[in-house]
């Protein structure tokens, strides 16, 4: 089917503000949106600029808006976003990061939030032999963090970092924190407790929904910070109430 | 320039954890042309394979033996006794830094049964394959990179290696291109380790990401060191029908069957023990064999032509718990829920068992006669050590990141304590920068896609599952004519920051020199072995090919030489399943 693409373009070479062009393709329905991004790059457009890598939403290298929406454009289908002959695409670079060029932003704002956190296994403990044991039961309990790729979709999409708190920590780093902190074997929860639990950590949360929403991965984020806050919570009153 | 002492080049598995080993004693940094969570090592699924026996009886003898006989005994067999053993210790580790490994009931780590892993020499199937539902390698990536933040390794993200310094047999460092700035930065190191991946982006159908272009091999290729049994590439039995989007065994080990048109478990005429699980390289075939023979879904023996993959009697639950991105790749991008309907797949490019040779420490050869170059290491699927022989079996990758890059990273970390930084001139970045000049230089120049599409179907058709002595040598006079266009090709874009046009025209050097060296060894080795099927040499031939091949690339010959493969303790034998 024939099809427009509408780019957002932007090269800091040349460019003062980004531009809107538009590349007519024909695709067909089944299509990744990422293999017709290609397509214009290698047919119309080499210096169109986009970070790839696995093509099939497990790396998350090619989050962008689309049609309005954060999403993997290797993950989106032109049936799913362009109805009929004729349509037209709208492909936007992802918000709340400064643009590099076309559709890459830069996510090192987004990357140190992550860091910060201190997302990895914290543990003073050693097993007697062999592995941790841990019940099917306590591995579900930190489950959903475990299948976050840091593509930046729910940062882009967060309502609060854009209208209310731009140093909001962001729903990725939460999770990535809600990962260990849920997870039975870990004891890292009062070293990541004071990199959550100020002004601009887990707080400015506002339960909107957004990155719930856009999540490629269907981790169900904004209940995970809602669980999270309460956890911190908990155990501020039984610190408190130890006093 | 910058100074290291450790330099690693790639950011998956083996890099990561020869990042975390290096970085304990020694000044390390990692280079990255992706950021380190995009590695490829992200996409592994179905498990990393390891004698546990924690559902039943289980042994690191039995876990050799079937990676010797996997790959055809041209498997190093001490080096796959390394791997077997090591992998146990590797799993372990691996869970005590917090990977979320799916458990049994008891809290154990779970384990499924995966190709060519079996009990007591090839009795029957064995739970091996310890795995985090089929998102193993993504949780192993995840774990590696939060350790490397943990122990506060350097990163250096988004910069592509251009050239490699050598003084004599020394490797004194390495030059990259800045992605976002277009800048060539000349490392100072004493010791490089290259863990750049794999090579599938060469076949036109490819479970590989874009990324995997070979950039390591080709590099050192191009810098005269030999590359070691390039003729074997694998054919994973069952990508997503066009897409090439693996399905990971693990669907096989949970108990899914293969079905041809007829509705027929056709492996019960291939492999009559292991039937499914038998491996990649007979069940690649095997569907080959059936789509040619008119047994293909559509019947018509056409490259589009497929097989069932049947997952339909495992029941929802038991896929959406340890299955659930297949079903969910299955369900974006063929509208196909798997506990409802088969899903539509056939072979896809998926792994190279070939790369640059090196010793059990990944120390790089430099020839058949155990001569080593200095402070040059290599881990990973771009190192050939040799476990994998002519066919990995499936687990053996992600044991091989984590065996192999943790010993590479323990000996770069011994070397750099006794080695000097060698000089590096001044104009050592010179060679990286007239390329880039000359790529970027003005001039109407040959259409890299033009030369990639030319390359992936030529490899694709001509040296693919099924080879013969015309279609190769078809495809290395192919190959000869698309180099030599290929030294007229210009980057259409000539911008500085973030010029992913340049990136490309690279990748797609280095996956042509690759794509030649590869042929050119396949035509040389007139024998069937593993997943190297000749149609014209249907037999394995241990008196003439029981050894590995090492090719060096001399600007447009290739120089073929051997070297002995390790037989020290399981006598080749016929390999049936």
């Known amino acids: 089917m024939k099809i427009t693409v509408e780019i957002q373009r932007f090269n800091p070479e040349t460019d003062t503000e980004p531009y809107t062009k538009a590349y007519e393709v024909d695709a067909d329905p089944t299509d990744r949106l990422l293999t017709v991004l290609m397509m214009i790059k290698s047919d119309q457009d080499p210096s169109l600029g986009i970070r790839k890598s696995c093509a099939h939403g497990v790396c998350g290298s090619d989050a962008m808006i689309i049609n309005g929406k954060e999403g993997l454009a290797c993950k989106t289908l032109i049936k799913d976003v362009a109805e009929a002959e004729g349509a037209t695409i709208r492909v936007e670079p992802l918000r709340n990061l400064p643009i590099q060029r076309d559709l890459m932003v830069d996510q090192t704002h987004f990357f140190a939030n992550y860091m910060q956190v201190k997302p990895y296994f914290i543990s003073t403990k050693e097993p007697k032999s062999g592995e941790f044991r841990q019940p099917p039961e306590d591995r579900k309990e930190f489950e959903e963090g475990t299948k976050c790729i840091l593509c930046v979709s729910c940062y882009s999409a967060c309502p609060v970092i854009q209208e209310v708190n731009p140093d909001f920590l962001g729903p990725a780093a939460i999770i990535q924190a809600a990962r260990f902190n849920d997870d039975s074997r870990d004891e890292g929860f009062e070293e990541r407790l004071p990199h959550l639990d100020y002004p601009d950590g887990i707080w400015p949360c506002e339960s909107r929904f957004e990155c719930t929403r856009v999540c490629p991965r269907g981790i169900k984020i904004t209940k995970t910070i809602n669980l999270t806050k309460k956890k911190i919570t908990k155990y501020r009153e039984d610190h408190k109430s130890r006093e | ?577």
């Not at chain 2, 059936?290 to 047994?295: D, G, T, V």
């Not at chain 2, 340049?502 to 080795?525: F, K, M, Q």
């Open chain 2, 1 to 577: 320039m910058f100074e290291y002492e450790a330099i690693i080049v790639g950011a998956g598995g083996a890099g990561l954890y020869a990042a975390l080993e290096a970085s304990k004693t020694g000044k390390t940094a990692v280079l990255s042309k992706l950021f380190p969570v995009r590695s490829h090592t992200g996409a592994a699924q179905g498990g990393i394979g390891a004698a546990l026996g924690n559902l039943e009886e289980d042994k690191p003898e039995w876990h050799a033996f079937d990676t010797v006989k996997g790959g055809d005994y041209l498997t190093d067999q001490n080096a796959a006794v390394i791997l077997a053993e090591d992998a146990v210790r590797a799993v372990y580790d691996l869970e005590n830094r917090g990977l979320p490994f799916s458990r049994t009931p008891e809290g154990l780590i779970d384990q499924r049964r995966f190709g060519g892993h079996t009990r007591n020499f090839g009795e029957a199937p064995v739970r091996r394959s310890c795995y985090a539902a089929d998102r193993t390698g993504h949780m192993i990536l995840q774990t590696l990179y939060q350790q490397c933040i943990k122990n506060s390794v350097s990163f250096f993200d988004e910069f592509y290696v251009l050239d490699v310094l050598f003084k004599d047999r020394a490797c004194a460092g390495v030059v990259a291109l800045d992605l976002s700035t277009g800048d060539i930065q000349t490392f100072r190191a004493k010791a490089v380790l290259f863990a750049t991946g794999g090579f599938g982006r060469m076949f036109r159908i490819t479970s590989n990401a874009f990324a995997n272009t070979g950039d390591g091999q080709a590099l050192l290729a191009r810098k005269g060191v030999p590359l070691e049994d390039m003729e074997f590439f694998q054919f994973h039995p069952t990508g997503i029908r066009g897409l090439g989007i693996l399905i990971t065994e693990g669907v096989r080990g949970e108990g899914g069957i293969l079905r041809n048109a007829n509705g027929e478990r056709f492996m019960e005429r291939y492999a009559s023990t292991l039937l499914d699980l038998a491996p990649r390289d007979m069940i690649a075939r095997a569907i080959h064999t059936e789509i040619q023979e008119s047994r293909g879904v559509r019947g018509d023996g056409s490259v589009d032509d497929f097989v069932h993959l049947d997952a339909t009697h495992l029941g929802k639950e038991l896929i959406e718990e340890k299955l659930p991105d297949i079903a969910e790749f299955s369900r974006t991008y063929l509208g196909i829920d798997p506990s409802d309907k088969p899903m539509p797949v056939h072979p896809t490019a998926h792994y190279a068992m070939g790369g640059i040779p090196v010793d059990l420490d990944g120390r790089v050869f430099a020839d058949g006669e155990g001569h080593l170059y200095e402070g040059l290491y290599a881990a990973g699927e771009c190192a050939c050590v040799s476990v994998h022989g002519a066919n990995r079996l499936g687990t053996n990758s992600l044991v091989e990141l984590i065996v192999f890059g943790r010993r590479a990273g323990q000996h770069m970390r011994q070397y750099i304590k006794g080695a000097d930084f060698p000089a590096v001139s001044r104009e050592a970045s010179e060679i990286a920068k007239s390329q880039l000049s000359r790529l970027k230089g003005k001039g109407e120049g040959t259409n890299p896609d033009e030369l990639r599409r030319d390359m992936q179907n030529t490899m694709t058709a001509n040296v693919g599952i099924y080879r013969n002595g015309k279609d190769m040598a078809q495809a290395i006079e192919t190959l000869r004519e698309l180099r030599e266009r290929y030294k007229t090709v210009r980057a259409a874009d000539s911008s500085n920051a973030f010029n992913t046009n340049v990136l490309e025209v690279l990748e797609l050097g280095n996956l042509l020199d690759l794509a030649y060296i590869s042929a050119t060894c396949a035509l040389n080795r007139t024998e069937s072995r593993g997943a190297h099927a000749r149609e014209d040499y249907i037999e394995r031939d241990d008196p003439n090919w029981l050894h590995h091949t090492l090719a060096w690339l001399r600007a447009d010959e290739i120089i073929l030489g051997h070297k002995p493969v390790d037989t020290s303790r399981w006598k080749p034998k016929p390999r049936k399943y």
